[in-house]
Nanobody, 115 residues
Framework: QVQLVESGGGLVQPGGSLRLSCAAS????????MFWERQAPGKPPELITR???????HYVDSVKGRFTFSRDNVKNTVYLEMNNLKPEDTAVYYC?????????WGQGTQVTVSS
């Protein structure tokens, strides 16, 4: 059983910052990879960053240089640090994990960027 719980979303002004957290119910070392997706209203889900088990992290072009994926292996938690937020970053953000060929997602957290 894999449970992922996101937190940290909210309303922020353009140019502001937020840090999302994702707490896992098991050791994050057990996952092949962890990732963050987002879904804006009326749009399909978008994979924005994915990190294999401690080796490499990839970002979609639209967030490169602004978003940073990090992990705390002791707390079994991963983070998404988001800086210089733009209105087009408004979406529900989901944490996810891959393990043994299956994928798991949390319940999502809303991020709204607006003045």
């Amino acid at each position: 059983q894999v449970q992922l719980v996101e937190s940290g979303g909210g309303l922020v002004q353009p140019g502001g910052s937020l840090r999302l957290s994702c707490a896992a119910s098991r050791s994050i070392f057990s996952f092949d990879a962890m990732f963050w997706e987002r879904q804006a209203p009326g749009k399909p889900p978008e994979l924005i960053t994915r990190s294999t088990n401690g080796d490499s992290t990839h970002y979609v072009d639209s967030v490169k240089g602004r978003f940073t994926f990090s992990r705390d292996n002791v707390k079994n938690t991963v983070y998404l640090e988001m800086n210089n937020l733009k209105p087009e970053d408004t979406a529900v953000y989901y944490c996810g994990a891959n393990m043994y060929g299956s994928s798991y997602w949390g319940q999502g957290t809303q991020v709204t960027v607006s003045s």
